[in-house]
């Protein structure tokens, strides 16, 4: 009897620091979410990437001691136990990520830029840690909180960057090249901010179509109408691609057989909005002006060299890449040696320009961490899509459906740019990801009828 006593009264203890543990990561990540869109350091060398980055890696850093640390939820499975439980995809997807990292590692130890690389890696590692943490019980008791966070954050970067559209309103004096890069917002440049926008734009599509109470259908679709009339300003077509893309898996899902009316409905709406406003009409035309003479670097935003530089560098060191975080000291050589082999100028606007990214987060991989690493995440990326497509397929919740969404639109966005790369658009993905792959199990668990 006393044993039992013994046990009760440390379970009834336990039970406050486990609440106290997933509240202190939720408000850590809530943090980063809002810090990551919002905050500024005018006085910084960097002053939107600097202290973005900074507020991330702090909060992640938080969160994760919060969440790992402390007592967890007696209810809540262990890392082995939500290993062991689900399908093989979701299984293979946590395997195969884990030995994507273990090469970068090796791929960091052994770069010819070793100081830099390591230094990288260390960021890499600390976001790499919002994969569990998407995964752990933080975000399944505060996942409405961190979305409602996203979603607000991502309003009043809407909200400024059409102000700036119009000329009311300019926070902050930047030196430009071009009237397209004035909106950026408090995420700084217009590109990361449009990113930001199309995963906003899926997410309020989302709940638009699936949510049961009225005030939350009504909040996504305000959001979904700032966040869709900001990304039309900003001009990005790679965003404006993923939204696209997001949009069609949620309404694929949702709809079935008849999604092809609103699908059609949202490419119309899509090309009334370009015939409707002239900057993006002229960048329209300029697309297909680069189509017809074959002005193919035109058509690519010019990301031909940084595509280039980084084939070259797979190809020079095709097992461990040049190590995480070269990609911006390799880039001039490469593209170089990519042109004498390809016989052919990768021209920029600037002749100054370089290029810090690959424009391809998946091509990024292969050319620092090597062709290995490369396929392991290609694979992990595949098999967690194949465990969220399957839980969809059998009929669960509708946050199952919202991150396919969030996740096909994040997926395309890393084609042609890299949003895995900058805090505003890595911190919700990598929520995403974890979040999805938890709920990726077999029908009638309970983290299904949980929802």
């Excluded at 970067?157 to 408090?186: D, K, M, W």
């Excluded at 960048?283 to 084939?311: I, M, P």
């Excluded at 911006?328 to 920029?348: K, N």
């Excluded at 899509?385 to 969030?406: D, P, Q, S, Y």
Aim: aromatic fraction near 6%; hydrophobic fraction near 55%.
């Amino acid at each position: 009897m006393a044993k039992k006593r013994r046990k009760k009264e440390t379970a009834a203890a336990a039970r406050p620091a486990a609440r106290a543990g997933a509240l202190v990561a939720a408000a850590a990540l809530a943090a980063a979410l809002a810090g990551t869109a919002l905050v500024v350091d005018t006085e910084a060398a960097a002053a939107f990437d600097a202290p973005k980055r900074l507020i991330a890696l702090l909060g992640i850093a938080l969160a994760a001691a919060a969440a790992f640390l402390l007592p967890g939820p007696s209810s809540d499975p262990d890392a082995a136990a939500l290993l062991r439980r689900g399908p093989r995809s979701r299984r293979a997807a946590a395997l195969l990520t884990a030995a994507a990292l273990l090469l970068a590692l090796l791929a960091a130890l052994l770069s010819p830029r070793r100081p830099v690389s390591l230094d990288a890696l260390r960021s890499v590692a600390v976001f790499a840690l919002l994969l569990p943490l998407g995964a752990s019980a933080a975000v399944v008791r505060g996942r409405h909180w961190l979305a409602g966070t996203f979603l607000g954050a991502t309003a009043v970067n809407a909200i400024v960057s059409l102000l700036e559209s119009r000329g009311l309103f300019h926070p902050f004096a930047l030196e430009t090249f071009g009237s397209r890069q004035e909106t950026g917002a408090y995420a700084g440049n217009v590109g990361y901010l449009a990113i930001t926008l199309s995963l906003a734009t899926v997410l309020s599509l989302g709940l638009l179509l699936t949510a049961v109470r009225p005030r939350v259908r009504v909040a996504a679709a305000v959001s979904l109408v700032l966040d869709a009339a900001a990304l039309l300003v900003n001009q990005n077509l790679t965003a404006l691609t993923a939204a696209l893309a997001g949009a069609a898996v949620l309404l694929a899902v949702v709809h079935g057989r008849r999604a092809a009316l609103p699908m059609a409905g949202a490419v119309l709406a899509a090309a009334v909005a370009f015939a409707a406003y002239p900057p993006l009409r002229f960048r329209a035309r300029e697309a297909v002006a680069a189509v017809r003479t074959g002005n193919w670097d035109a058509l690519v935003s010019f990301r031909g060299g940084a595509w280039a530089a980084g084939v070259e560098m797979a190809r020079d060191r095709p097992l461990t890449g040049y190590g995480p975080g070269t990609f911006g000291a390799e880039y001039v050589p490469h593209r170089l040696a990519a042109e004498i082999r390809a016989r052919h100028r990768f021209v920029a606007p600037l002749l100054t320009s370089s290029y810090a990214e690959a424009h391809c987060d998946y091509l990024q991989v292969f050319s620092e961490a090597g062709t290995p690493a490369g396929l392991l995440v290609l694979a992990a990326v595949g098999c967690l899509f194949a465990a969220l497509v399957r839980t969809v397929r059998r009929g669960t919740t509708a946050e199952a459906v919202i991150l396919l969404g969030v996740l096909a639109a994040s997926a395309t966005a890393a084609l042609t740019w890299f949003p895995l790369q900058r805090p505003v658009t890595a911190v919700p993905i990598l929520l995403a990801a974890g979040r999805a792959w938890r709920i990726s199990e077999e029908p009638g668990s309970s983290e299904e009828a949980g929802g």
